[in-house]
């Protein structure tokens, strides 16, 4: 039975999509491809693996907001672990984030507003400013946020894909694409499209549609065939960080958020039954958009994640014991998701660094687009319409609450 659907990529994205399209379509074959051996161990599993609810933007609201609905349900499956956000703000980041923050509604998004007194409550913090390290004045708590294991999520999906039917192959890395002809001599008005695949054995693979969810790889695959996908890769590193306890962070370990610090976007995610916490930064500048490098560098935590825990948490004893680095998959003008299409491939990617947050939204998005819809119904009940991530159409707000 030829193949009706080929979807290059196990990450959360890749089985999500792959998961939805198979409930909508029982009878067709479709086949999920990856290089790995199991479900979720590209940048998936290299994820801090955290959530929220809490962005400006009303697109990436609903995107996150409906597939925290739904990972809510799974619960302990995917470890989920709702610790919430405490977001920490600096008088002039206070100020600058008024616009955005006042655009939400506290009861409707499940947060609240915490002054220095009642963070105080919280976090054993220097709240005051030194050198490039800002004050801290105001927070917000986000009750709709944690984390939960990412790869757990992605093979969830890739397992009720399977048990629908659905068929994978990993090990398989796929090295080219076979278009229409073998002929880069084409005119206008031929009808070129995607007839096959190739793998490393240079096995050949045939569908009627392709859908390339490969997140940080894609522009490397889809460039050489003439795709602008709009993806781009940027390394991130997160390094874990072994504690003695967990007094020189916390005041009790009954409120144990994931913390966004005000400065140089350093956020920590604590893990206290294993005294660890694991700390990243969201830098920009100087990082290239390249897979140049997939080494974590502790020059790197040296100079700018421990200067910003050193001083505001300056009684917290903390030693590096684990390092590792991997790659946003970036869509960089607006960091919200693509999906779009050329002739019969259809690409899913740039979650810029929060696919495992939206990867139930993007999932069902995907699948909606792949049968022709112009709305997908997401985990909330709420409609999104497709064409609103695509390239072409794309309609979506700017995100003010970036870290
Ligand atoms: C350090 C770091 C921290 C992060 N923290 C968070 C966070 O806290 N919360 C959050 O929501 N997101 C976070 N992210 C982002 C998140 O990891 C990604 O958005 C998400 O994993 C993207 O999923 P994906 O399926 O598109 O990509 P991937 O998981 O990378 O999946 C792509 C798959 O394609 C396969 N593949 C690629 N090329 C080929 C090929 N040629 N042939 C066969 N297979 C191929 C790969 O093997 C891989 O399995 C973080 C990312 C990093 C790097």
Not at 167 to 186: A, L, R, V
Not at 229 to 255: C, D, E, H
Request: glycine residues 8%; charged residues 20%; hydrophobic residues 40%.
């Amino acid at each position: 039975m030829a193949i009706d659907y080929i979807i290059i990529g196990a990450g959360v994205i890749g089985s999500a999509t792959a998961c939805y399209l198979k409930k909508a379509l029982p009878e067709s074959r479709i086949l999920l491809i990856d290089r790995n051996h199991t479900a979720g161990a590209g940048n998936t599993a290299k994820s801090a693996a955290l959530f929220r609810n809490f962005f400006s933007s009303r697109t990436n609201r609903l995107l996150a907001g409906s597939s925290i609905r739904y990972y809510l349900e799974l619960g302990s499956k995917v470890r989920l672990d709702p610790t919430g956000y405490l977001w920490l703000f600096s008088k002039e980041q206070w100020n600058d984030s008024q616009k955005a923050i006042q655009q939400l509604d506290p009861e409707k998004n499940k947060f609240e507003i915490l002054d220095r007194d009642r963070i105080m409550d919280i976090l054993r913090i220097n709240y005051q400013a030194k050198g490039h390290f800002p004050d801290v004045n105001s927070g917000i708590f986000c009750h709709l946020c944690g984390s939960l294991s990412a790869t757990a999520l992605a093979q969830h999906y890739a397992s009720l894909f399977e048990s629908m039917g659905g068929e994978i192959n990993f090990n398989t890395d796929i090295k080219e694409f076979i278009i229409t002809g073998q002929n880069s001599c084409y005119a206008p008005w031929d009808d070129v499209s995607v007839d096959g695949i190739v793998d490393q054995k240079g096995n050949a693979y045939n569908a009627k549609k392709f859908i390339v969810a490969t997140g940080a790889w894609t522009h490397d695959l889809l460039a050489p065939i003439g795709i602008a996908s709009g993806i781009l890769p940027k390394k991130r590193q997160l390094f874990a960080l072994k504690i003695k306890n967990n007094a020189g962070l916390l005041v009790n370990s009954t409120i144990r958020p994931a913390i966004i610090l005000p400065a140089g976007g350093v956020y920590i995610k604590p893990v206290l039954d294993k005294n660890i916490i694991i700390a990243g930064c969201a830098d920009d500048l100087g990082q290239p958009f390249l897979m140049s490098d997939p080494e974590p560098d502790p020059l790197y935590f040296q100079n700018a994640i421990e200067p910003v825990l050193n001083h505001y948490f300056p009684e917290l004893d903390f030693t590096l014991s684990l390092k590792w680095a991997g790659y946003y998959d970036y869509h960089w003008p607006d960091m919200t998701p693509v999906i779009e299409s050329v002739a019969n491939l259809t690409w899913v990617g740039g979650t810029s660094g929060s696919g495992i947050m939206k990867a139930d939204a993007i999932g069902r998005i995907a699948a909606a687009r792949m049968q022709g819809y112009e709305e997908a119904f997401l985990a909330d009940g709420s409609k999104f319409k497709v064409s609103r991530l695509s390239l072409r159409d794309r309609d979506v707000e700017k995100e003010e609450l970036i870290i």
